[in-house]
């Protein structure tokens, strides 16, 4: 990226364990930014529950990555154990809901029950949220009837290498 990019897209970036516990995350986060150019409202980090078993370390990093302006999502939520703790004790923005609950969402039951009051649990706590691993338009579809707005997937791509995202964005910037 050059330096004074400007973005209008989130950067999402998954932090490893090491990279989370790291007592210098933050300084570099905020080195990085300044090296590219690239404003904090727009970058997000990514975290799994498993990451933050000692809440109050987490919790002192993720308000030390706050004050910096980054965006924080909580990833492949419903995995862990102490998952309702974590909303409650660590400053995020986003909640995705892992792609163990999307599957066969049609056809469970019990998985659009959960997914459902995952999505309710979330506005109320004002957090954006994402349905991960969405492969079917039948999944999308009750996604949709639970009031998710936000969908990533196999459904609508599989991963592709940086120069075609480039290429892609380009196409729809052009429409």
Same mark, same amino acid.
């Given at each position: 990226m050059a330096r004074g990019w400007t973005a209008r897209l989130f950067v999402a970036v998954n932090l490893s364990r090491r990279q989370f516990n790291d007592r210098?995350?933050?300084?570099? %986060?905020? +080195?990085?930014?300044?090296?590219?150019?690239? =404003?904090p409202q727009y970058l997000e980090l990514e975290i799994t529950e498993s990451m933050s078993m000692d809440v109050q370390i987490a919790s002192d990093a993720l308000n030390q990555l706050k004050k910096l302006g980054v965006r924080v999502a909580m990833d492949?939520?419903?995995?862990?154990?102490?998952?309702?703790g974590y909303l409650k004790d660590f400053?995020?923005?986003?909640?995705? %809901?892992? +792609?163990s609950f999307i599957?066969?969402?049609? =056809?469970?039951?019990?998985?659009?029950?959960?997914?459902?009051?995952?999505?309710?649990?979330a506005?109320?706590?004002?957090?954006?949220?994402?349905?991960?691993?969405v492969e079917t338009e039948e999944e999308l579809q009750v996604l949709r009837e639970c009031g998710c707005r936000f969908v990533q997937g196999y459904f609508f791509?599989?991963?592709?290498?940086?120069?075609?995202?480039?290429?892609?964005?380009?196409?729809?910037a052009v429409k």
């Amino acid at each position: 990226m050059a330096r004074g990019w400007t973005a209008r897209l989130f950067v999402a970036v998954n932090l490893s364990r090491r990279q989370f516990n790291d007592r210098g995350l933050s300084r570099m %986060i905020q +080195q990085i930014l300044e090296d590219v150019g690239l =404003h904090p409202q727009y970058l997000e980090l990514e975290i799994t529950e498993s990451m933050s078993m000692d809440v109050q370390i987490a919790s002192d990093a993720l308000n030390q990555l706050k004050k910096l302006g980054v965006r924080v999502a909580m990833d492949d939520f419903g995995t862990g154990y102490s998952s309702l703790g974590y909303l409650k004790d660590f400053p995020i923005d986003k909640m995705k %809901i892992d +792609q163990s609950f999307i599957k066969g969402l049609k =056809h469970r039951q019990v998985n659009a029950a959960i997914v459902n009051t995952m999505i309710a649990m979330a506005n109320n706590l004002n957090l954006l949220v994402v349905a991960e691993g969405v492969e079917t338009e039948e999944e999308l579809q009750v996604l949709r009837e639970c009031g998710c707005r936000f969908v990533q997937g196999y459904f609508f791509s599989p991963p592709v290498e940086a120069k075609r995202v480039e290429e892609m964005l380009h196409l729809v910037a052009v429409k």
